[in-house]
């Protein structure tokens, strides 16, 4: 899949051309250590006046490469994904490989530092599902309908342990469509068409 950056967050990284390897290198590490124990005003004023720019915009380019980094993390994609992700920004070669070597280095710190934070979002628990069939009926003597059930446990987020529960119940056939309709758009999604119109979309 391909990010799509909001004009904010565009804005924010726009200046990292400006600067050289090593400063992208920092802000990297400086977002790393803000998502794992928040923004430091300090930081920002230090690294503002070596670079002899405005407090807000360093500011900026760390919060914007942190959501780069964290949102490329979350959704575990592929380089060749990021690059295309990065294209809009209209970045140079060389800087395009930089933040791809920085999210190739960090991805997995920053999925484990993401897992423990708490989250207001239900998540997946377990799949509980059961198959029953019906043989026949009073009008029908003989007849074959089956029917999937399926118990979905879900934790609540945030600092509760409880379970949700969803029942959901459906026939095979629905089931199935289901699947091959999900997995075409997954494919569909990977096409040089679809990365296309992710490039163009603003």
């Known amino acids: 899949m391909l990010l ?3 004009e904010d967050h565009k ?3 726009s ?3 400006n600067v050289d390897a090593a400063v992208v290198g920092e802000f990297g590490r400086i977002a790393l250590e803000f998502l794992r124990r928040g923004s430091s005003p300090k930081i920002y004023e230090g690294a503002a006046r070596k670079l002899c720019v405005p407090v807000e915009m360093v500011q900026h380019g760390v919060e914007g490469l942190m959501y780069l980094m964290t949102e490329s993390s979350k959704h575990m994609i592929s380089e060749v994904d990021f690059l295309d992700s990065v294209l809009v920004l209209g970045f140079g070669e060389e800087l395009n490989q930089i933040l791809l070597q920085l999210y ?6 920053i999925r484990s530092i993401l897992s423990q934070l708490p989250s207001h979002l239900p998540a997946y628990h377990n799949l509980e599902w059961r198959l029953d069939v019906q043989l026949a009926s009073r ?3 003989q007849q074959v309908v089956p029917m999937l059930t399926m118990r979905l446990l879900m934790t609540g987020g945030g600092d509760s342990g409880d379970l949700s529960r969803r029942v959901l119940q459906t026939d095979p056939s629905t089931l199935l469509h289901l699947i091959s309709t999900l997995e075409a758009a997954l494919a569909a999604i990977k096409t040089n068409h679809a990365r296309r119109i992710f490039r ?3």
Request: hydrophobic share 40%.
């Open 104 to 109: 190739l280095q960090h991805h997995s710190q």
């Open 15 to 17: 200046f990292l051309p």
């Open 200 to 202: 163009s979309i603003k």
């Open 4 to 6: 799509v950056l909001s």
């Open 139 to 141: 009008p029908i003597r």
């Open 11 to 13: 804005e924010h990284l």
